[in-house]
Every structure is written in C-alpha cells, then in structure tokens.
C-alpha cells in the first residue's frame, strides 16, 4: 500500500516478489486444475458461447500490457458454440499468451475464427520459430516445455496439457500446425480448436 514511498531499490524488489508470487499462485492453480480433470471432478458448464466477444475480452487481457497487435480473420455471424465460457477463454488466453512469448513484439498474434462443417474452428497463429515434427508429438504432454535454456520464457509446461483437457471436455478437440509461413527464421505455428455448434432453440434466434 506505501509502494509509493520505498526507495527505487526497494521498489523494484517488492515488485520482483509480487510477480514471482503472482507466478507460484497461478503454477499452484494450475496443478489443482489438472488433478481435478484427470479425476473427473473439473465442473464443466456448457452452453452457447458467442465467439468474437469471448476472443476479443481475452485478446484485450493477455495484449493490454504488451502494446502488441492482433490481426483479426472472424467470419462474420457466427453461430455460438457450445462450450463452458469460463474454461474456453481460459484456454483462449493461454494461446494467446504462448504465441506472444515465443515471438519478436514487431510481428501481430493473427486470431481467427470460421464455420467449418458443423463445427466452429477457432485458430491462434504466431510468427515465432515454429514446432518441429518431433516436438509436436509430445506438445500436449504435462511438464513439456519447448526451450529449457535459460533464455526461455518462464513457464510449467502445463498450459498446453491443461488446454486440451479443458478442450476435451468441451466435446472439441486442440491440434497444431507448424510451420506456416514461407519464412526460415520465423516459420510460426498455430493452434487452433474444434468445437460444436450450439443449438440454439429457434423462439431465441
């Protein structure tokens, strides 16, 4: 409450604290949330969720502090999909946050929603270094972390494990595709979701 009053010194280590207690909280969240799906005991509420406002709220939360863009590709009129809002923008979030870690600040997160079939296809595409073949086997595993050298950005390797049991239990499905420019440097990847369409009843539409 008096951060205000502390000398720099003080300041910046009282801010070092706070970020690094930040970070344990949300790691200790995140093991509970993995042991409550693999239990079966994660409660999952689906209904019809409107995609664009949904991608939009955890666009702006992730983005705010990084001042990066994000390139819209939305199909206009969507219909909801069916799905438990709470736990979609969370996974939403993780994408974004993983596409914004592992690439340059110059280069925007493309965010992109259409209708494909019966489904609604929702992807998160970066401009990063991309996911070799080998790596993409075991992406989705707990603890798994891409780069493990000291400069790699922080992380559990559990966001991505988590995300597709949260995706699962939603009746949809989480899968990558990399690479995906014609770039060496930055040949990027993207994660993209299936999920159902939600039947609205025809009195509400």
Known sequence: Q????LPEKSREVLEIMVG???RLTAFVQSILDVSRLDAGQMD???GPVAVRPLMEQAASVVLASTQREADWHITPDLPPVLADETYLEQVIRNLIRNADKYSEKKHPIHICASLKNDQIRIGIKDHGPGISAIQQEHIFDRFTRLNNDE???PGWGLGLYLSQ???AAQNGKIEI?????????TPGSEFYLFLPIAQVPEELT
């Open 20 to 22: 690094e207690s930040n």
């Open 151 to 153: 400069s790699a950005p």
């Open 44 to 46: 999952i509420v689906l």
């Open 165 to 167: 049991k949260l995706i």
């Open 177 to 185: 595709l990399s690479p995906i420019w014609d770039n060496e440097e």
């Open 2 to 5: 008096s951060a205000d009053t």
